[in-house]
């Protein structure tokens, strides 16, 4: 058995989607910690992305900040070419698809708008980036792929049918490629519980489901970091034996 690289990325190159906020900073701010070169995705933030790839370079790690549409084919090929011309930056060993939006409304008064664009985002984006990324994984012969779902893709939420039905198929869509893909390339996904971001926030959600949302044995959001984490062990070596796995960084939300 070849030894442990433990949770060292040295040497590899991460591609996180949504990485301007949220979850997604914290993981490409943490991937880079731990010795990742790192392209921070974001839709519409620039100066937010600046600021994560200005953070990681500080820290003496490489960085890239890119615009994309992730749950749009036609824009993360012309991403793929934009990066295919980035000097110094290599082939994506290791794909965090983290970028997402959530929307509260009484399933009887969701259009076929909200329910295409939810589908679209939270779940095709996975679709577009791992078709788009893994025939250079498969070239390779290695690669990682993290898949960000949510603990409500198991649970359910009244008012969310949309996100829940697209992230309990971020779930099917990545026990299907661990199959398909493995041994070469790992796929796995977190399912994260509440986490203290835009996404969970009065601007968001009413003030019933994000009580809700605290109703766990832990009784507080995660920080975002603490889902990083996830992505970080996910993305290592220390996970090699994982395949198809939803891991639950949730506060007791869901205990399988
Ligand atoms: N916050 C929570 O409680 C929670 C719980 C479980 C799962 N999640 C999941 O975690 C992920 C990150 O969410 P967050 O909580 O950090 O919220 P967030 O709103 O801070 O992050 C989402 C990011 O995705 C980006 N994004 C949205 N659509 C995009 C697109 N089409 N292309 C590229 N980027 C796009 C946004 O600009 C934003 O930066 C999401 O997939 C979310 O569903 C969040």
Redesign the pocket.
């Known amino acids: 058995m070849s030894a442990f690289n433990g949770l060292s990325l040295e040497g590899r190159t991460a591609l996180v989607?949504?990485?301007?906020?949220?979850?997604?900073r914290a993981t490409a701010l943490l991937l880079a910690q731990s010795g990742a070169a790192v392209v921070v995705?974001?839709?519409?933030?620039a100066p937010e992305a600046q600021s994560v790839v200005d953070q990681i370079t500080a820290g003496g790690c490489k960085a890239w900040a890119v615009e994309?549409?992730?749950?749009s084919s036609k824009d993360v090929v012309r991403m793929l070419a934009q990066l295919a011309q980035m000097p110094g930056l290599g082939p994506i060993d290791v794909l965090v698809n983290?970028?997402?939006?959530?929307q509260e409304k009484p399933f009887l008064e969701t259009t076929d708008e909200d329910w295409a664009r939810m589908l679209s985002?939270?779940l095709g984006?996975v679709f577009v980036m791992c078709r788009a990324l893994l025939p250079g994984m498969v070239a390779r012969g290695h690669g990682v792929v993290v898949n960000?779902?949510?603990?409500?893709g198991v649970l359910g939420r009244a008012g969310f049918a949309p996100?829940c039905a697209a992230?309990a198929g971020v779930i099917g869509l990545t026990r299907s490629l661990a199959r398909e893909f493995a041994p070469a390339i790992r796929v796995n996904a977190i399912?994260?519980?509440?986490?203290?971001?835009?996404?969970?926030s009065p601007d968001s959600m009413s003030a019933e489901t994000l009580a809700l949302?605290l109703d766990i044995p832990q009784r507080r959001?995660a920080h975002?970091e603490e889902?990083a984490a996830t992505a970080l062990f996910l993305a290592s070596d220390l996970s090699r034996f994982y395949c198809g796995q939803v891991l639950g960084p949730n506060g007791g939300s869901v205990m399988p």
């Open positions: 989607t949504g990485a301007a906020s949220g979850i997604g995705n974001h839709l519409g933030r994309a549409d992730v749950s983290n970028a997402g939006i959530i985002v939270d984006s960000i779902a949510s603990d409500l996100y992230k399912a994260p519980g509440p986490v203290e971001t835009a996404m969970l949302e959001f975002p889902i």
